[in-house]
T-cell receptor, first 113, second 115 residues
């Protein structure tokens, strides 16, 4: 299994719909999980951290499933402005050092009017 | 206004020339990082630094060099030894000191084209 694996998409979704995508990770010792958003030709921006209990920020919900080693991102009532690439980011495990984040290649989301 | 700045936004160089990319942060973060991103690829770590005057190689350090003389600054030099230097270079910083669990914040990036 790759360190961090995401479906590259693209996911074509009508405006107002709900969309969800998952990311799997290989290191069972990983402790920190994040979703970043990257617009075309721009830098990644932190969307949200993912906590063990799951967390919600407005229309976005992130969940962690340690047993199956995946994290998910749910976007409700999708907007045109949600069109972007979503990067799954996982730390390499306890004591992994400052080089400890692994970035997935991203899932490309296109919201259609 | 706190943040990370990178300059220039676009950079063009001839093959065989060294080039230095600038990265400055005023977030008072201890750790700083350099990544490169190629089309359709994930970010790959070049170098990172947890503290002033100290830095470590990442996954693809060959052909690159860095310095960390000030907390705020972490310049990256792309040397002529780098085989495929054309890429999008991203600098990041984080508040974490070496435990790899903190969020990283990115600068706007520098697009380097070498011909």
């Amino acid at each position: 299994r790759k360190e961090v694996e995401q479906d590259p998409g693209p996911f074509n979704v009508p405006e107002g719909a709900t969309v969800a995508f998952n990311c799997t990770y290989s290191n069972s010792a990983s402790q920190s999980f994040f979703w970043y958003r990257q617009d075309c030709r721009k830098e990644p921006k932190l969307l949200m951290s993912v906590y063990s209990s799951g967390n919600e920020d407005g229309r976005f919900t992130a969940q962690l499933n340690r047993a199956s080693q995946y994290i998910s991102l749910l976007i409700r009532d999708s907007k045109l402005s949600d069109s972007a690439t979503y990067l799954c980011v996982v730390n390499k495990g306890f004591g992994g050092g400052a080089d400890g984040l692994t970035f997935g290649k991203g899932t490309h989301l296109i919201i259609q009017p | 206004d706190g943040g990370i700045t990178q300059s220039p936004k676009y950079l063009f160089r001839k093959e065989g020339q060294n080039v230095t990319l600038s990265c400055e942060q005023n977030l008072n973060h201890d750790a700083m990082y350099w990544y490169r991103q190629d089309p359709g690829q994930g970010l790959r770590l070049i170098y990172y630094s947890q503290i002033v005057n100290d830095f470590q190689k990442g996954d693809i350090a060959e052909g690159y060099s860095v310095s960390r003389e000030k907390k705020e600054s972490f310049p990256l030099t792309v040397t002529s030894a780098q085989k495929n230097p054309t890429a999008f270079y991203l600098c990041a910083s984080s508040i974490s000191k070496g435990n790899g669990v903190g969020e990283q914040y990115f600068g706007p990036g520098t697009r380097l084209t070498v011909t």
